[in-house]
């Protein structure tokens, strides 16, 4: 799993230019789908029949990324650039971001600032392309880029983590990947979604539950952690198992979903954790209020420093996360 990984979050795809992570997930999937579509707005639909007497299953996981977007090129081929979904200035200066054809810039600060200590605003920074003039910049108002940071494995004792950009929600397009590929037979017709667009609207959820209208949907998304330094207090550690989402800032998790999660884990012996976040949201939220409503809920991996360029998880996390997936799914 590890190599499916490394090619997932390596691969570029901020919100709304989804199409080479798209094409990259679709090359895994293609051989063990029943059918397999793109939705109006982007979103891959990867069907597998259930052998009946099953429920309409819908699991999501999100195959965008956080970036950032050109907004204005200067007269010495500097980039300005705005943010796309939730990009924290502390975590861009020095930093590198890559433009869809693989082009490279570095991110630069204002120095001639009032106090260099001051954590700086998106609008003191600039992409470094290598350009002199506003004419020989290779970069054009509206590009997106993402971060570019390699994945990297760090051990310690018995702990294996993953770190990288983009484990938000790569992971979670891996642990769905890796749960079709054990899937042996299920009763449930089964849609996996890898939508578009969640770190900025999350309508590609919202319009794929829309059309599949199923009976119960799951998003597999990330989740934060209460186990670093003088961190805000949080009962989700790293390597304590998946995390059953009862609450966040834009949801309530339905009782039935949640409960669901709790059962199978508890079954099948698997570590888990509840989840209440006191911060951010995801697909469940706009998940559960289409059509006349639809039970969702979340496993969350349990991720440190989300939305950095160096998001890590643990390996025992998700391979959990796989193993809860497949029970909920053989039932
Ligand atoms: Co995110
Ligand atoms: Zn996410």
């Not at 991110?107 to 001639?112: L, R, T, V």
Request: charged share 25%; hydrophobic share 40%; aromatic share 6%.
């Amino acid at each position: 799993m590890r190599e499916l990984i490394r090619k997932l979050v390596e691969t570029y795809g901020p919100s709304g230019d989804e199409e080479q992570i798209r094409a990259a997930i679709r090359a895994e999937v293609e051989p063990l789908a029943d059918e397999i579509r793109v939705d109006p707005l982007g979103s891959l639909v990867v069907h597998k029949r259930g052998r009946g007497g099953g429920q309409r299953i819908l699991l999501d996981a999100h195959m965008d990324e956080i970036g950032v977007m050109v907004s204005y090129i200067d007269e010495k081929g500097f980039a300005r650039f705005t943010k796309i979904g939730g990009v924290f200035p502390l975590n861009c200066v020095g930093g590198r971001v890559r433009f869809a054809d693989g082009r490279l810039g570095v991110i630069g600060i204002e120095s001639k600032r009032d106090d260099p200590g001051r954590i700086p605003e998106l609008s003191e920074l600039f992409i470094d392309v290598g350009a002199t003039s506003r004419d020989d910049c290779p970069v054009k108002v509206g590009d997106p880029a993402v971060f570019f940071r390699p994945f990297a494995v760090v051990e310690a004792g018995e702990h294996t983590r993953y770190v990288s950009k983009t484990m938000d929600d790569r992971i979670g397009c891996a642990i769905l990947i890796e749960t079709l590929r054990r899937l042996e037979s299920t009763p449930h017709d089964l849609y996996l979604v890898f939508s578009v667009q969640e770190e900025t609207t999350l309508s590609g959820a919202r319009t794929s539950a829309y059309g599949i209208e199923p009976d119960l949907a799951i998003a597999v998304d990330v989740t934060g952690t209460g186990d670093t330094p003088e961190s805000r207090p949080m009962a989700v550690k790293l390597g304590h198992g998946p995390a059953i989402k009862v609450q966040d800032r834009g949801m309530i998790a339905h009782p039935q979903v949640r409960d669901l999660l709790v059962e199978r884990a508890e079954a099948a012996g698997i570590p888990y954790q509840m989840e209440v976040l006191e911060y951010g949201t995801t697909n469940a939220a706009a998940m559960q209020l289409v059509r006349a409503g639809v039970p969702s809920g979340c496993l969350s991996v349990p991720c440190r420093y989300i939305h950095s360029p160096s998001e890590m998880v643990d390996a025992d996390d998700v391979e959990n996360s796989v193993r809860l997936l497949l029970e909920v799914l053989t039932r």
